[in-house]
């Protein structure tokens, strides 16, 4: 089960990035909202198939404009774990679900 919310991280060219994701599924369909201290973030609807999820789209972030990205994402007991590959490089976002 995804469902949950998760304290995560994002390593960035800057810094560690650390914020919340909120994943919700409802049959294959993911509503997920991701924040990100000073960057910004997304809500976005996307695709899950057991504990793995997808989302595709375009966000302007803080830092960075108009970024479009592709999120692949697992779901392991509480641990989240998840590959953003964006136009501006491909990024790691780790986190743990909150109790």
Do not use: W
Request: glycine share 14%.
């Amino acid at each position: 089960m995804i469902d949950g919310t998760y304290a995560i991280q994002m390593r960035l060219p800057d810094a560690v990035h650390g914020g919340y994701a909120v994943l919700s599924a409802s049959g294959d369909v993911v509503t997920a909202t991701f924040t990100l201290d000073q960057v910004g973030g997304l809500r976005q609807k996307g695709r899950c198939a057991g504990n793995e999820f997808s989302l595709a789209g375009q966000v302007n972030l803080y830092l960075f404009g108009q970024v479009k990205y592709h999120i692949d994402g697992l779901v392991a007991g509480d641990a989240l774990k998840a590959t953003c590959a964006t136009d501006k490089g491909t990024f790691d976002i780790i986190g743990s679900r909150c109790a």
